[in-house]
């Protein structure tokens, strides 16, 4: 009788401990996903992947969402429309960042094909029943004020025209400060990933209630 006593007991501490485990799973579950799509600037370029602020994003929006990091160093906007229906398929986020388009000004390309491409983007996040929000960003002095104010006007009129949420500048506060820039003289450190989170985060967090 004591055996059998010890083996229930034994038994609904088990099934306790494990509806414990399944409530945390499904509370994991139910938190929306942020899907972070971009390029160098949120693959944590040049420094370790924990310092990047998409990592800090991670942290900092615990217990609110779930943070996917899809970025690529090198990503164009045409290579973020090829990724992007995977992306969404596997792991249907509630919210899609879109940090996209600095690649391809740094390569001169048309500003048009860069707004027809982030429209797409767009669109395709749109369908999927996802929020959008647009991460803007600035070229160099040295692409001439025409090149560097369209390609500005671009997140400004797609942002506006689809309702979106942007941020327009990422690197506001960081851009311009040599301590918080890598030798390259373009990707911020990991020193200012923390200002680059707060850019975001303002505009993000409000979305996510």
């Known amino acids: 009788m004591i055996r059998?006593?010890?083996?229930?007991?034994?038994?609904?501490a088990g099934l306790a401990g494990f509806a414990g485990l399944a409530t945390g799973a499904d509370a994991q579950a139910r938190e929306p996903t942020v899907l972070v799509l971009g390029d160098s600037l949120s693959a944590a370029h040049g420094m370790p992947e924990a310092a990047g602020w998409v990592a800090l994003l991670a942290a900092r929006a615990a217990?609110?969402?779930?943070?996917?990091?899809?970025?690529?160093?090198?990503?164009?906007?045409a290579g973020g429309l090829s990724r992007l229906p995977d992306l969404l398929a596997a792991h249907r986020p509630a919210l899609v960042a879109i940090q996209l388009g600095a690649n391809d000004?740094?390569?001169g390309l048309p500003i048009t094909q860069i707004r027809d491409n982030l429209d797409?983007?767009?669109?395709?996040?749109?369908?999927?029943?996802?929020?959008?929000?647009?991460?803007?960003?600035?070229?160099?002095?040295?692409?001439?004020?025409?090149?560097?104010?369209?390609?500005?006007?671009?997140y400004d009129g797609l942002a506006q025209e689809l309702d979106t949420g942007l941020v327009p500048f990422m690197l506001e506060g960081v851009a311009l400060d040599?301590?918080?820039?890598?030798?390259?003289?373009?990707?911020?450190?990991a020193a200012?990933?923390?200002?680059?989170?707060?850019?975001?985060?303002?505009v993000m967090a409000p979305m996510l209630d």
């Open 63 to 77: 217990g609110r969402a779930q943070v996917v990091n899809a970025s690529i160093s090198g990503e164009t906007t």
């Open 120 to 154: 797409r983007l767009a669109h395709l996040v749109r369908e999927s029943g996802a929020q959008v929000l647009l991460l803007g960003i600035e070229l160099p002095v040295n692409y001439g004020p025409r090149y560097r104010d369209q390609l500005r006007q671009v």
């Open 4 to 12: 059998f006593r010890l083996v229930f007991l034994a038994l609904v």
């Open 105 to 107: 000004g740094l390569r």
């Open 178 to 189: 040599p301590l918080l820039i890598q030798d390259d003289g373009l990707h911020p450190n």
């Open 192 to 202: 200012a990933q923390p200002a680059i989170l707060d850019n975001v985060w303002t």
